[in-house]
Nanobody
Framework: QVRLAESGGRLVQIGGSLRLSCEAS????????MAWFRQAPGKERDHVAS????????YYAESVKGRFTISRDNTKNMVFLQMNSLMPEDTAVYYC?????????????????WGQGTQVTVSS
């Protein structure tokens, strides 16, 4: 079983930066590909970024490419999302997700394990 706990979400001004963290409680974290998704009120849960088991491969949604960076530390069972140049449309609950296996995936159905989410609000 994999348990995921996100942290780092808060209110931030337009143009600001945030770093989200996700800690995984699992014995073999390095066997899991990881991703961040987000869900705004009244909208579907959308892919933000994915990272392979080693961290060598990443994939981003077009809306965040060049502004967000996903990374992981397999020695600490952690995955991160560095978010820069934040805009109001980035406001959402951000979820960490895990899937067993190395390949990059960007559909919610590919991920079996989810955290509870952390709220990010971008305001002027």
């Amino acid at each position: 079983q994999v348990r995921l706990a996100e942290s780092g979400g808060r209110l931030v001004q337009i143009g600001g930066s945030l770093r989200l963290s996700c800690e995984a409680s699992v014995r073999t974290f390095s066997n899991y590909a990881m991703a961040w998704f987000r869900q705004a009120p009244g909208k579907e849960r959308d892919h933000v970024a994915s990272i392979s088991v080693t961290g060598a491969d990443t994939y981003y949604a077009e809306s965040v490419k060049g502004r967000f960076t996903i990374s992981r530390d397999n020695t600490k069972n952690m995955v991160f999302l560095q978010m820069n140049s934040l805009m109001p449309e980035d406001t959402a609950v951000y979820y960490c997700a895990a899937r067993l296996g190395g390949g990059i995936r960007y559909d919610v159905t590919n991920y079996a394990y989810w955290g509870q989410g952390t709220q990010v609000t971008v305001s002027s």
